[in-house]
Every structure is written in C-alpha cells, then in structure tokens.
T-cell receptor, first 112, second 110 residues
C-alpha cells in the first residue's frame, strides 16, 4: 500500500447518512478503482476512472458515487440508497499498462 | 456471466511442502491472469502476472501456470513457510479490468 492512502481505517454510518471514503495516491497513476469485499466473496468493482474528470460504473455502482477532480484523489461516497453498506472497501491504482493494480490498506465501513 | 472459481476451503500444509492453489474461469477469455496475496485486514499485494501466450512463470519460490484450453491457472509455492500463510486471489484480466476470485486461504504449519 506504499503510495496509496485510504482514510479512515474504520467508518461508522448511521441510517440515512451519506459517508465519504478517501483515497489518495502519489504513484502518478492515471487509473484508479474502487472495490468492495465481503466475506467469502471476491472483490467486486464499484467504479473506476481511467483519467481525470472521467469515471465509469463497475458491476455494483448502485448506491455509490465518485468524483475525479484531481489525478491524486478518487473519493467514494456511500449514499443512503446503499442498503447493505457494511463491507471492506479497497481503493486501487493501475499502472500505464492498465494491468497490475496497487491497493490501499482499505476502509472498513460499519452500520450503527 | 463470467465466473472465477477458487477452492473455498482452506488449504493446510506442513512447512517445507509445496502448496498448489487452483483457479478456474468460465465465460471469459483473459489476455492475462494475475495472482495477489492478501493478509487479514489489509489490501491485496500483486505477486505474478502471466500472459495468455505464456505457459509458465516463475519468481523465486513461486510458479504459475496458465492453460487457456482448460481455462485454468495453478499457483505453486515451493518450500512453503509459515510466513506464506495468507489468502491468495486469482484475477484474470483484459483491457485494464480484473475479475477477482474469492480467494483460497493457505495455512502453513511449522
């Protein structure tokens, strides 16, 4: 997770609340990704961005939103529309070849 | 739909033995396949990438094979050590997108 930071490490959400997960990178990578990981399941892609000011939905985008205003930053907002938000959220970057991905340390989101 | 399958049961082996993990995929033609290691509560770490035109790749005690006919990859750790205990994720990919398996947990006992 060297050049990728995610904060906070743990986040608690109340009913009806939107929360934002931070992801910052200093690897100078254009591509950034958000995944969700649930116990016993593979990582599922929420959103990804190949370049600043552009992003695409992944496989499970409903209830989430993102922005990519700076190359270094790709914040993820979990909205109140996401009914089952409890999971481990991972941010990743992709190198110029768009093959290998580099992951941050993750944020664990819990619902109060 | 695309499906990636890894052994869901944990693999327990004795230190010094070779661990072999399996990854099968269906409805997919990846250009490459990657293996990642994930420790509890942490993000995955890249280990190896093998391309569709490569049969085998090695890195230190790690070896990966890729059979596009069988749609299968095998991941071997030789002379395993307790420090190799972790969950290993298989991730076939194409044009910048990876599809991750659920991972196989390896436990190496001293």
């Amino acid at each position: 997770d060297g050049g990728i930071t995610q904060s906070p490490k743990y986040l608690f959400r109340k009913e009806g609340q939107n929360v934002t997960l931070s992801c910052e990178q200093n690897l100078n990578h254009d591509a950034m990704y958000w995944y969700r990981q649930d116990p016993g399941q593979g990582l599922r892609l929420i959103y990804y961005s190949q370049i600043v000011n552009d992003f695409q939905k992944g496989d499970i985008a409903e209830g989430y939103s993102v922005s990519r205003e700076k190359k270094e930053s790709f914040p993820l907002t979990v909205t109140s529309a996401q009914k089952n938000p409890t999971a481990f959220y991972l941010c990743a970057t992709g190198d110029d070849k768009r093959e290998t991905q580099y992951f941050g340390p993750g944020t664990r989101l819990l619902v109060l | 739909s695309q499906k990636i399958e890894q052994n869901s049961e944990a693999l327990n082996i004795q230190e010094g033995k070779t661990a072999t993990l399996t990854c099968n995929y269906t409805n997919y033609s990846p250009a490459y396949l990657q293996w990642y290691r994930q420790d509890p509560g942490r993000g995955p770490v890249f280990l190896l990438l093998i391309r569709e035109n490569e049969k085998e790749k090695r890195k230190e005690r790690l070896k990966v094979t890729f059979d596009t006919t069988l749609k299968q990859s095998l991941f071997h750790i030789t002379a395993s050590q307790p420090a190799d205990s972790a969950t290993y994720l298989c991730a076939p990919g194409n044009t910048g997108k990876l599809i991750f398996g659920q991972g196989t947990t390896l436990q190496v006992k001293p």
